[in-house]
């Protein structure tokens, strides 16, 4: 039996997007009687989402800003849980030395779509197809493709797309929405004179949930949705903040706009717009929407 430990967080400025990815794997590893742990900073997010998918976790309990205590905790954990596998999936500085280590004890070492040093000694990589890497620079096998790309299980199912005699146009902009953009978008959207409904998925502890829920009767509100791929086969088009949703867009054949949130978003933005999969906008630049052709 494997032991595995996934180091990931979640937060309202990283988002959801690492987590989830990261959850789902874990539930894959679990059907095949795999031990799964989960290396996290103390965030209520992060904690909420493990406890209501009934998942193991260690919360670390000292300032991770130096590389000595990062490496500490990480090795107490692998020592106590006998931990076979390692899988990174986080931006934070995760020592490179500690990835080092963990080789010389044989544990497999697995880096999840990661720009960070750490990865580069790693004995396996994930790579999206937009990533712009050296592989020269890396010590194990990199694997670079859309179809490394990590999806709920509900998004490996055949749903039947929905035909709408009015376009129904989805706006989520992730999981946290830290810049508070949902409100912004939907207003850009009713100055639009064109006929269609708004579908707004948005968390009910959002400053904007009760304006938004009384702004329009063209507007449905969704905050807690079970099954995401189902439910995106009653959208005919999205404007979503860059992240993972972008990929389950394209797993149900749903073109969207990106907003994108920074100069990493921007760029891997790019890759959907060149294959035709979406087109990218800055989020300083949300009067582009005016400009968008619907059919």
Known sequence: MKNILFRVDASYTIGLGHITRCIALAKQFSKINCNIYFAIKNNKITIDLLKKNKLNFIIARNNLSTEYNYSIWIEKIIKRHYIDTFIGDIRDGLPIKLIKKLKKKNILTIAIDEPSRYA???????????????????????????????????FYKNYQKKKNNIPNILVMMGGTDPYNLTLEVVKQLLTLKQNFNISVVIKKEHQDYDTLNNLSQDIKIYSDIKNMAKFLTKIDFA??????????????????????????????????????????????KLDYIKDIKWR
């Not at 990589?125 to 509900?154: M, S, T, V």
């Not at 706009?257 to 800055?282: M, P, Q, T, V």
């Open 239 to 284: 404007i979503i903040s860059f992240g993972v949703t972008a990929y389950e867009l394209i797993a149900m054949k749903t073109p969207s706009i990106h907003i994108c949130l920074d100069k990493d978003h921007w760029n891997a933005s790019k890759w959907f717009e060149d294959n035709k999969y979406g087109k990218r906008i800055k989020k300083n």
């Open 120 to 154: 580069k000694e790693c004995d396996i990589c994930f790579y999206p197809p937009h990533a712009k890497i050296n592989q020269k620079e890396y010590k194990g096998k990199i694997y670079q493709g859309i179809e490394y790309i990590i999806l709920r299980d509900e």
